[in-house]
């Protein structure tokens, strides 16, 4: 084993991904970065028919947007070429054959029909289905021969007795009665090679050291080793990482209703830092207190030995608070930046509005700062913004805390005969701000007889930003008229 660690995802490209996998790559990456070693990208495409390159496009692309940057891996390459599984086919035949020889492994001409059979017939005597062996007795000059002849064939491993235990880095000491492992299949017909057995190949050709990876892969971690033992190789050392699980305290699944895909959370506008963070959360703890930390700290920090061994349950409630403490800390360039797409596609501006309006809309996100978790909350709250007057949408509770003040109308009219002026003569928002305070006083009312009705008009909304920076973003006819709307809303 060399010094430094190299440490692998090995992800399949069947499809988006999937959260499980993006806390598995920050795990693997934060552990290269932490102890100098390399991160390595290796594209499991075994499975033919399901993976296709888009979606190890979108894999790359995904990972990258996430930050977890590999070291090695089939678009930067790397020296243990090629990183796609499917590339390196003839390595894993010369070992299967290799295996042949040994007679670690035989080849089995059973017929599907036969193993359904045999499987429904252990399953009916309540028995684990596993394979009965008839195979491995042929004699190995025979089998070569029906091989040669063009009969159909898979490879099976020759599973010994005993046990097959190992130190897991975050489990301790665990171990199997190698009788519960079947001989499985490394090689299927027609040549193309298992997961189970491109996954030893590879990991031994590309210097592996460590094997983070999820809780689910710990039944195939025997069939892995007794593999590295009958190719005389050293294993990598394994860490299993919990299970996500969902509010139902079962594996995190989009069966039961879950967004378990990278992406979904990308498209509904959590910010990154707080996703890297959460997902960190699911499993590892920087210090048991501290639930909010930054990349550079779980990389200082990372040490599989803080990893837990129960399943990790993804609170979603959690998840949204996080998103709004890290988009609180954003800049408004940051935030609008963030916030622009969202705006666009409800269609309250266009991208060369958002653009042209430079500092406006700036100003307007950082208004919205404290009362957003996620970008794509904003449109909902701005989109009054840009209404007409007559089609401004009132909370029930805007209404309601208007209607709570009598003379709300008459105190609205009043304001409205002292604001007008000011507006038509671009007073600057301080100073207007500023002389409403002063009109309450002199009015002898409260704060709140003037600004909920006032809220409510303008706003439609019972909370928001400072109403006087809402008349600067909106303009004063605007603001005239919008009241004006909002009197004869509240009139009855
Ligand atoms: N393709 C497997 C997965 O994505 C790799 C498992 C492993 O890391 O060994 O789950």
Not at 95 to 111: I, N
Not at 334 to 356: N, R, S
Not at 364 to 387: C, H, K, M, T
Request: glycine share 8%; with cysteine; aromatic share 10%.
């Amino acid at each position: 084993m060399t010094d430094t660690p190299r440490v692998r995802i090995a992800p399949s490209p069947t499809g988006n991904i999937h959260l499980g996998l993006a806390r598995t790559s920050l795990f693997n990456w934060a552990f290269a970065k932490r102890h100098g070693g390399a991160f390595v990208l290796r594209i499991e495409d075994t499975d033919k028919e399901r993976s296709t390159m888009e979606s190890e496009r979108q894999i790359l692309e995904g990972l990258a947007w996430l930050g977890v940057q590999w070291d090695e891996g089939p678009d930067v390459g790397g020296p243990y070429e090629p990183y796609r599984q499917s590339e390196r086919v003839e390595r894993h035949m010369a070992t299967a054959d290799r295996l042949l020889e040994s007679g670690r492994a035989y080849r089995c001409f059973c017929s599907k029909e036969r193993l359904d059979a045999l499987r429904a017939e252990q399953e009916s005597r309540k028995e684990t289905p596993r394979y009965d062996r008839k195979c491995l007795g042929l004699d190995p000059a025979e089998s070569a021969k029906r091989a040669a002849d063009g009969e159909p064939f898979t490879v099976r491993f020759q599973v010994p007795e005993g046990r097959t235990a190992f130190t897991d880095l975050v489990r301790g000491e665990v171990s199997f009665d190698n009788a519960e492992v079947d001989d499985w299949v490394m090689v299927r017909q027609g040549g193309n090679p298992t997961y189970n057995f491109v996954v030893v190949c590879d990991d031994a050709d590309m210097k592996i050291t460590h094997v983070l990876r999820g809780e689910e892969h710990l039944t195939n971690t025997p069939k892995q080793l007794l593999l590295y033992r009958a190719l005389d190789l050293d294993p990598p050392a394994f860490a299993h990482l919990p299970l996500m699980l969902g509010a139902n305290r079962k594996k995190l699944s989009k069966r039961d209703g879950a967004d378990v895909a990278l992406e979904d959370y990308r498209k509904k506008g959590f910010p990154k830092a707080a996703i890297i963070n959460f997902l960190c959360l699911q499993g590892w703890a920087l210090d048991g207190e501290t639930e909010v930390f930054s990349v550079e700290q779980l990389v200082e920090n990372f040490d599989l030995s803080d990893v837990s061994k129960g399943g990790a349950v993804f609170d979603m409630e959690k998840f949204h608070w996080m998103a709004g403490e890290y988009l609180r800390k954003e800049s408004p360039e940051t935030l609008a930046k963030h916030c622009a797409p969202y705006v666009v596609e409800a269609g309250l501006m266009t991208e060369d509005e958002i653009a042209d309006s430079g500092e406006w809309f700036r100003a307007v996100v950082a208004g919205f700062q404290d009362r957003i978790r996620l970008y794509s909350e904003l449109p909902a709250w701005i989109a009054n913004l840009f209404a007409d007057d007559e089609r401004v949408e009132y909370e029930a509770a805007a209404e309601k805390n208007a209607r709570k003040h009598e003379g709300r109308v008459e105190t609205l009219k009043s304001f409205l005969a002292w604001l007008t002026p000011k507006l038509t003569s671009d007073t600057p928002v301080d100073e207007l701000r500023d002389g409403a305070k002063e009109w309450v006083k002199g009015a002898g009312l409260k704060f709140p007889q003037l600004f909920q009705p006032l809220r409510c008009a303008l706003t439609g909304q019972a909370g928001g930003p400072d109403l006087f920076d809402v008349m600067d973003w909106i303009g004063g006819e605007r603001s005239l008229s919008r009241i004006q709307a909002g009197i004869r809303r509240l009139a009855d």
